[in-house]
């Protein structure tokens, strides 16, 4: 029996026959429907199954003639929560002359009203292709190998659930896409940010934020002062401990300069500081994460393009209240995406 172990971005031919899917929604009741590929609702009739708690559920795709998506819906709130992840198994009746497996581990369907998992299209020659929604794992490299498709993790991953429930969507169409750019003020002024963890927490966010709305899953960082290190990319997991480290370890000035509005293209520029530049010129699509005091927000962080990290202590923990993280997530947002996204213009 062929079997495939497929991951977002993967894509694999197989027989157009009879195919069952079973899916293990674990603690939480989901519903399953097959309905026409990026449809953005069902059309007609769509085949549901609901299931009791922790019980697996088997839907039969009988020799598709037309494209059709796998759609995974929560049945009980509006929203996946945070944490989900479904197991999926497509794989021929056992009577099957032909028989095959697909395998589709750890979908992650958090924070979205519904989850577009499979593409399934039926192909000239008689074969059914299939693939995997969403954006390819990036690659990180380890001291002594390399992990395929790190997962993001922590304060980041509490971040990307945010983003994808303000936006209602797991990734932006190709052409909506906006990476996040972020410069961050290396001046002697953010040492106490960085030894209270404040910095690490920020990157964090942007991270996640980054990693739903961006085209690739690292965050784009440089240290300023009165100079511009190069740009780096980094994975969402590590980039806090990551810049906080050089920031602890390096010797920096006093002064912090804006850097200027980056040239028309698919990116956003975030200025990660303590004090906004009195010279800052931001582009269109730019912001300033502003790390303060909540006694100093209402002086400090004036301004559309100002989004202020308004919290005396800031850690994981505080940070994973759902509020306060969704409004900083939707902070930014409104400034980096296309109005139609709920941004500003």
Avoid at 165 to 189: T, W
Avoid at 195 to 203: I, R, T, W
């Amino acid at each position: 029996m062929p079997t495939y172990v497929l991951r977002p971005g993967d894509v694999c031919a197989v027989p157009n026959e009879p195919l069952s899917l079973a899916f293990d929604g674990g603690a939480a009741a989901v519903a399953t429907m097959v309905t026409p590929v990026r449809a953005d609702g069902p059309v007609g009739a769509p085949e549901v199954i609901r299931h009791p708690r922790g019980a697996a559920a088997v839907l039969t795709l009988n020799k598709p003639t037309a494209p059709l998506t796998l759609r995974f819906s929560p049945t009980v709130a509006e929203h996946f929560p945070s944490g989900m992840s479904l197991n999926l198994s497509l794989f021929s009746p056992s009577a099957s002359s032909d028989p095959v497996r697909v395998s589709v581990g750890d979908v992650d369907p958090s924070g979205l009203p519904f989850l577009d998992a499979v593409d399934v299209v039926p192909m000239p020659d008689g074969s059914l292709q299939l693939q995997v929604l969403g954006k390819k794992p990036v690659a990180v490299a380890d001291d002594d190998h390399t992990n395929p498709g790190l997962p993001v993790a922590g304060l980041a991953k509490l971040a990307v659930d945010a983003t994808r429930e303000a936006l209602g969507q797991a990734v932006l169409k190709a052409d909506d896409m906006v990476d996040l750019r972020i410069v961050v003020d290396a001046s002697a002024s953010m040492l106490p940010w960085t030894d209270n963890g404040s910095l690490a927490a920020a990157l964090a966010i942007l991270g996640g934020v980054d990693n739903v709305i961006g085209r690739d899953s690292e965050l784009d960082v440089r240290l300023s002062t009165d100079r511009q290190d190069a740009w780096e990319k980094i994975h969402p997991n590590q980039v806090g401990e990551k810049i906080a480290a050089r920031l602890q370890s390096t010797t920096r000035t006093s002064g912090f300069h804006a850097p200027a509005a980056l040239a028309h293209g698919p990116w956003a520029q975030v200025v990660l500081t303590d004090l906004v530049p009195s010279d800052w010129n931001p582009g269109p699509k730019d912001c300033c994460l502003l790390l303060c005091r909540s006694t100093g927000v209402d002086v400090l962080a004036s301004g559309d393009h100002v989004v202020a990290l308004d919290t005396d202590d800031v850690i994981d923990e505080v940070w994973a209240d759902s509020q306060r993280l969704s409004r900083v997530v939707r902070g930014i947002l409104a400034v980096a995406l296309d109005p139609k996204y709920g941004g500003n213009s």
